[in-house]
């Protein structure tokens, strides 16, 4: 064994979770959480996406153990959403949205396809998918954000 073995706090991993957006999310809210989002994710090495279609949050988050339980502590706090349901945790070989301290997919970017083969319904349900479509999804939104199409 390695004395790495025994940091499993320092270990990667990635985190699905869909929270609600309690009444609606405006636009000050929306940008402050994606500036304190970048600041911190940045310093921490923690990438991922942030998804909102007026009901739902989506996150994916890509990092140490510790850095993610800390963002997920500080989003269960946070008043501008509740009910915080984990959808996937895994540990991670390679961070895929390295690129991204947080990229951000809004409700427009979000086509009626997407919502139907993951979540199959006509508007974002993320409450309705499984893990393994969540992973599907969450790697369909990074290929639109690579190619800069619609997801
Ligand atoms: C849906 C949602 C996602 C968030 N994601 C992150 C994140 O990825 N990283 C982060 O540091 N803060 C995130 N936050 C913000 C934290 O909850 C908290 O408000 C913020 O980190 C406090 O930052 P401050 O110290 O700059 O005030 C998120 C908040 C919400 C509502």
Same mark, same amino acid.
């Given at each position: 064994? =390695?004395? !790495? /073995?025994?940091?499993? /706090?320092? /270990?990667?991993?990635?985190l699905l979770y869909y929270s609600?957006? %309690? =009444? !609606? &999310?405006?636009?000050?809210? @929306?940008?402050?959480?994606? *500036?304190?989002?970048?600041? #911190?994710?940045?310093?921490?090495?923690? =990438?991922g996406v942030l998804c909102?279609?007026?009901?739902?949050f989506f996150q994916v988050l890509?990092? +140490?153990?510790?850095?993610?339980? $800390?963002?997920?502590?500080?989003v269960? $706090?946070? %008043?501008?959403?509740?009910?915080?349901?984990?959808?996937?945790?895994? %540990?991670?070989?390679?961070?895929?949205?390295?690129?991204?301290?947080? *990229?951000?997919?809004? *409700?427009? !970017? @979000?086509?009626?396809?997407? &919502? /139907?083969? #993951? &979540?199959?319904?006509?508007?974002?349900? %993320?409450?309705?998918?499984?893990?393994?479509? *969540?992973?599907?999804?969450?790697?369909?939104? @990074?290929? +639109?954000?690579? !190619?800069?199409?619609?997801?």
């Open positions: 064994m =390695t004395e !790495s /073995e025994f940091d499993g /706090e320092a /270990e990667p991993m990635r609600v957006v %309690p =009444t !609606s &999310c405006s636009r000050d809210d @929306l940008k402050s959480i994606l *500036a304190s989002s970048r600041k #911190y994710n940045a310093i921490n090495s923690v =990438t909102l279609d007026n009901r739902f890509e990092g +140490s153990r510790r850095s993610i339980n $800390h963002i997920l502590g500080r269960m $706090h946070d %008043p501008r959403t509740t009910d915080v349901n984990i959808v996937l945790a895994e %540990p991670l070989a390679e961070p895929a949205f390295r690129a991204w301290a947080m *990229a951000f997919v809004g *409700a427009d !970017s @979000l086509s009626r396809r997407v &919502c /139907e083969r #993951y &979540c199959g319904d006509s508007v974002f349900r %993320p409450d309705r998918m499984s893990s393994r479509s *969540a992973r599907a999804f969450a790697l369909d939104i @990074l290929a +639109s954000l690579v !190619s800069g199409k619609k997801a």
